[in-house]
């Protein structure tokens, strides 16, 4: 009965007060390679132990560990045996396992598909649209004002896009940051990572921890692909470049629709780090970080599997 | 497709391909059958129409260049937020505080 209430246990504190104190953690702008593994961690160990909380729950009337009550609960559906009285608290565990679980996959395969459908609509017409710089690496020209830069991420081959707008606005220095970002969120596939908490929220649409993790991810990658970027250029030159695109964007654009109140400043932040005087973490402490997301993945793992590891060897 | 956009009148495939073989280099000129595949292509993904009361066939652009970039470049500057989440923008949304802030920071320099 202890290995249900542990999971329990577990899956309240990841799904409640661990994210909210990561998300207001400032560490994280300083190494968000490792925050980002941290994000992950916490995503799959919270779903690991709130399915195997139920999951064990509801099997305890079958035997004492996961192994030996799933093969008695398989023997009790084929009608063979019955050992201790199924409680309708369990019955209802098991049910709800299950669903979540199908409910989890069910909106995974959604997110990817839809967004397979809206990648592909936006190629054809970026296809139709722009066209190929010459010596370019790829990377395509959209004949528009406003100065902007992105990629469309694809399985097989992703594009990056760069408007006339924005060649217009920056140097020769700034254009080679914003191409080196670009091309590491694709090189990273960033895309993956981004669309598996998409799915997670929308999954969990009543959830704010699913929302707030949403963005924390969104705003970790984009930190990311800057620190590739810095390889390539000055710090000084990225931060330039952040803001002209960000100042150039606001002007574009029509300032009365923003409604989105909740996003949060991405630039600044952004601009605050590439600050000489912040440095990132340690590696000792990066290490560490990495090895506490591990061992928050192993826990659930290892409350669900070692009871029936031991009493094999027993 | 450019050529399309720019007309009014509906194209049978040989009118395209007439006006597309005074354009390449080479000076080849494209198969009759080439030019069809194209434009039956672009008509199942919406971007041509195509008028069967004719022979041969006519095909019209279904929404001018400028409709078509207003489309895409709602989903770029992410006024359409349900559906810009495939991209991956170097700078996504600024609040007006924010692009004051930044305005300032440029000026100051």
Redesign the interface.
Known sequence: MTAPLALAILALALAWPVPIVLARATWTARSPAAALVLWQAIAIAGGLAMIGALLTFGLVPFGDDLVSSGVGFIGWTVGTASLRPVELWNALALGGALLLTVHLLLNLLLTVVR?ER??RR?E???L??SAPIPAGGGARL?D?P?P??????GALSSVT?VSAGLIALLDEPGMRA?IE??KA?VRER??IV?VLF?AWHTSLPWFPIAYRAQREV?LL?ELL?DDRARRHVDDAVLA?A??????G?????D?T??R?AA?I????IR?ARLDPAVMPLPRALEGAIVAAAVGLVAVPTLLLLLPAVLSALA | ?ELMWGTERALSAYDIQAALAGRDDAGRTLAATTVLTVLSRLET?G?VLRERSTRPHHYRAAGS?ED??A???H???G?A?D?T????????????E??A???R??DG?
């Not at chain 1, 964007?249 to 654009?253: L, V």
């Not at chain 1, 400043?265 to 600044?268: P, R």
């Not at chain 2, 989440?85 to 996504?92: D, M, P, S």
């Open positions: 967004a809206q990648r936006h054809q017409l970026l139709l649209l959209l528009s406003a902007v830069a992105y990629c469309l991420p896009v914003v970002h670009e969120h960033h895309d981004l998409r969104g990658i692909a330039r952040i803001a002209e695109v960000g100042a964007r606001a002007e574009s654009r300032t629709q923003w989105d996003s400043d991405t630039v600044s601009i | 497709m993904k971007f260049r078509h970039m489309e895409l470049m989903e770029v500057l006024e937020t559906r989440a495939v991209l991956e923008r170097f700078v996504g949304q600024v609040s007006p924010e692009a802030m930044l305005r920071m440029l320099r």
